[in-house]
């Protein structure tokens, strides 16, 4: 069964920094690109970025480009995201989720965890 | 970026009837080179992550009920439920996979009535 757990989150002051885990589990992680989307409270689901099966491709929401920063240790099944400078409109559940394809290419999410809220607030 | 827009914002539906949600990409999603569009459809229940329902616009995930179904090519999309079922009252999101960034629709609200 795949299982994503998202961990990491909390509140933190704006300007801050926080670095979110995703620990992935039931399936072969280094087969598959991953994801972190996020959802913002009582709004709509916005992806934030991505990673290829091997780290070689990359991509960023331009809301976040030169702040935040994905990455994955596939000997760990982990995925990462490291978020600085954070903004109030950072605030958002943040979703690990499994890409069907290995690339960063025309993803599906077909697996999801149950996300780790971030509050950003002085 | 891609923009999705999505229609109507929210719809009230009879356990039974038919329920039909429209998205809108501001430039085409086809890859020419292998006719796909490249736009899923993901419902949301409250408290719950998003669940991929459909994906290249009218292909069903497994496991996905045959009730739901999608159409559309280029720019223009529709997801239809043929009969609510009341596991189907969720949230809706239309999303396009053609380039970075990987943009949802704001979503479409479907309530009982």
């Known amino acids: 069964e795949v299982q994503l757990v998202e961990s990491g989150g909390g509140l933190v002051q704006p300007g801050r920094s926080l670095r979110l885990s995703c620990a992935a589990s039931?399936?072969?992680?280094?087969?598959?690109?991953m994801h972190w989307v996020r959802q913002a409270p009582g709004k709509g689901l916005e992806w934030v970025s991505g990673i290829s099966w091997n780290s070689g491709s990359i991509g960023y929401a331009d809301s976040v480009k030169g702040r935040f920063t994905i990455s994955r240790d596939n000997a760990k099944n982990s995925l990462y995201l490291q978020m600085n400078s954070l903004r109030a409109e950072d605030t958002a559940l943040y979703y690990c989720?499994?890409?069907?394809?290995?690339?960063?290419?025309?993803?599906?999410?077909?697996?999801w965890g149950q996300g780790t809220l971030v509050t950003v607030s002085s | 970026d891609i923009v999705m827009t999505q229609s109507p914002d929210s719809l009230a539906v009879s356990l039974g009837e038919r329920a039909t949600i429209n998205c809108k990409s501001s430039q085409s999603v086809l890859y020419s080179s292998n006719n796909k569009n490249y736009l899923a459809w993901y419902q949301q229940k409250p408290g719950q992550p998003p669940k991929l329902l459909i994906y290249?616009?009218?292909t069903r995930e497994s496991g996905v009920p045959d009730r739901f179904s999608g159409s559309g090519s280029g720019t223009d999309f529709t997801l239809t439920i043929s009969s609510l079922q009341r596991e189907d009252f969720a949230t809706y999101y239309c999303q396009q996979s053609y380039v970075t960034p990987f943009t949802f629709g704001p979503g479409t609200k479907v309530d009982i009535k």
């Open positions: 039931g399936f072969t992680f280094d087969d598959y690109a």
């Open positions: 290249w616009a009218s």
């Open positions: 989720a499994k890409d069907s394809n290995p690339r960063l290419r025309s993803p599906l999410f077909d697996y």
